[in-house]
Structure formats: structure tokens, C-alpha cells
């Protein structure tokens, strides 16, 4: 059966209850139905991880940049750091300037990598120093 059918018959069954109520119930019935339809609308706006019609928001930079305050990180190394879609990539010895949830990820990769035995902490470089050519890198502003 096609949504067209459905609607058909929806459509015919509601004609027929409005048919059996008192008219002025009817126009209360139905302003009810606008005034809640105009709530669902005003509820449904767009905003990173809201789901509309089924699907969901996307993450952007513009987004990350207006909610989340953004920080310095001096990266140890070069990382991809991707959090809900939005990707950064980190080179060893820069000074980025990232949104806060960056630096937090990036943070929780360098504890995963030290408890794993991947990296140790005489492994970690004390300052920009080690790396030359290191730069500032700038992601919170263009």
C-alpha cells in the first residue's frame, strides 16, 4: 500500500469523525492540532547531534568554534584527532590553538598511549626546542 492510499484513507476516516462532533468542537479540535504542530516545528531546530527526521545534525568547525572555548595545545607529536566528524591534524612541536574538546581528546590518546606501553615518559619532549621549523598553528582563528 503507497503513503498516497494511506493518506486517502486517513484522510476519509477523519472526515467522518469530524462529521459525528459538534462544529464548534471541531474548530477547537483542529486549533489544538495547529498549535501543536507549530511546538513540534519550534522544537526541531538545528543543532550539532540533534536528530532531525531520523538523521542527525553533523559537527562543524564554525559550531565548535561558537560552543567551546578555544585553547592552546603544543602538540608531542603528529596526530589526526577527529571528534564527532570534525577533523584536526596535529603536528609534532606546533602550538595549536583548538577548540577545548581537541585538546581533551588529544589528551585521553597521549594516557592511552603511555598505559600501553607504546610511549614512555622519557619519551615525551620537554619543549618546542626539539623540533625545528616548529611553528604556531592557528585553528581557532583565520
Known amino acids: 500500500m503507497t503513503s498516497k492510499v494511506r493518506r486517502a484513507r486517513a ?9 459525528r462532533i459538534a462544529p464548534e468542537d471541531v474548530k477547537e479540535i483542529l486549533q489544538e492540532a495547529v498549535e501543536a504542530s507549530d511546538r513540534q516545528e519550534q522544537v526541531q531546530e538545528r543543532y550539532p547531534g540533534a536528530k ?6 553533523s559537527w562543524t568547525l564554525e559550531e565548535m568554534r561558537k560552543r567551546f572555548p578555544i585553547v592552546e595545545l603544543e602538540s608531542e607529536i603528529t596526530e589526526r584527532i577527529t571528534w564527532n566528524g570534525v577533523v584536526f591534524q596535529l603536528i609534532q612541536g606546533a602550538i595549536h590553538y583548538v577548540p577545548e ?3 581533551v581528546r588529544y589528551i585521553q590518546i597521549r594516557r592511552n598511549q603511555r598505559k600501553s606501553g607504546n610511549l614512555s615518559s622519557a619519551d615525551i619532549p620537554t619543549g618546542i626546542e626539539h623540533y625545528p621549523g616548529a611553528g604556531v598553528i592557528n585553528w581557532g582563528k583565520e
Open 11 to 19: 484522510d476519509k476516516g477523519v472526515k467522518r469523525a469530524l462529521k
Open 101 to 103: 574538546p581537541i585538546k
Open 52 to 57: 532531525i527526521g531520523g538523521q542527525k545534525v
